[in-house]
């Protein structure tokens, strides 16, 4: 059965779309009046690896700038770049695609229900747009459910890092920290300006070391870290944090020691469930 919480959940992202949908309607409409026969090359060619890549590394393309209508007032226009089929190892979790266009103001609670109690977070959208659009949507579609934080670093960067949809059931294997959604978005709101990057109680989003690299495997800064500011800050840890301290006070088993540094906790966190509200203000 549908519990309320799911079903006021289901209401609430419902509404949005529809204003967001109103207010983008005309551009829409103007989208698909443009050259029909372009439209349907372009897609042949995101369908194929190489336009993907060139994507993903940035390149411009002005046929698509000019069939690309502004954002909604109030929205951003995010890229989210799915992988191709090829590309997904077994870990992947297709849950679809977000919408490319994202709400744009507003703050965001983001509740995680561990096994060892609430972690909760503000999440400023007109910051971080896209990247809280889409873990929103995973949010949804309980992409994050009964999913264990897979690694633990309490040596220089200390940090607790969750999201990965493979790392569930039993024990641990050699692929955590492999998994996440079907797509791929650039990094926003990097924190090039701030010294330390990463001061305790940040939370922000892993990738991969390249650009355009975000999934949906995220890290709690517990303790002041000199990342390279490289990653997406994705919003500020308002509760919990002693929980993810009293983590690290159990320690890692090394796993990861020989190669990002760490290991599994050893005392494991259950994300049960992960929620974000809708955006305030």
């Not at 990463?198 to 650009?211: C, D, F, H, L, T």
């Not at 990653?231 to 690290?248: H, Q, S």
Request: glycine residues 10%; negative net charge; aromatic residues 6%.
């Amino acid at each position: 059965m549908t519990s309320t919480r799911e079903r006021q959940r289901a209401a609430a992202r419902a509404r949005l779309e529809k204003e967001m949908a109103e207010r983008s309607a005309k551009a829409r409409k103007r989208r698909q009046t443009q050259a029909i026969v372009s439209a349907a090359a372009a897609l042949v060619l995101v369908v194929a690896g190489t336009v993907w890549l060139a994507m993903s590394l940035g390149g411009d393309d002005d046929d698509d700038k000019n069939d690309t209508a502004a954002p909604a007032v109030g929205a951003s226009e995010c890229v989210f770049n799915a992988l191709p089929a090829e590309q997904r190892p077994p870990q992947i979790k297709d849950v679809g695609v977000p919408s490319n266009e994202q709400y744009a103001k507003g703050v965001q609670t983001m509740t995680i229900d561990t096994n060892l109690g609430p972690i909760t977070a503000k999440v400023d959208r007109s910051l971080v747009p896209c990247t809280a659009g889409s873990f929103t949507y995973l949010a949804e579609k309980n992409f994050f459910d009964n999913t264990k934080c897979h690694r633990l670093v309490t040596e220089g960067i200390k940090v607790l890092q969750c999201g990965d949809p493979s790392a569930t059931g039993n024990g641990w294997r050699e692929t955590d920290g492999q998994g996440g959604p079907s797509y791929r978005l650039p990094e926003e709101n990097l924190p090039t300006d701030k010294r330390p990057p990463y001061p305790e109680g940040v939370i922000a989003m892993a990738n991969s070391g390249q650009p355009g690299s975000t999934g949906s495997q995220f890290f709690i800064v517990y303790g002041d870290s000199p990342l390279d500011p490289a990653y997406t800050v994705l919003g500020t840890i308002t509760g919990g944090l002693d929980i993810v301290k009293d983590v690290a006070k159990a320690g890692d088993d090394g796993a990861f020691a020989q190669q990002a540094g760490g290991g599994h906790p050893k005392k494991e966190v259950i994300i049960k469930d992960l929620t974000m509200s809708n955006p305030q203000g």
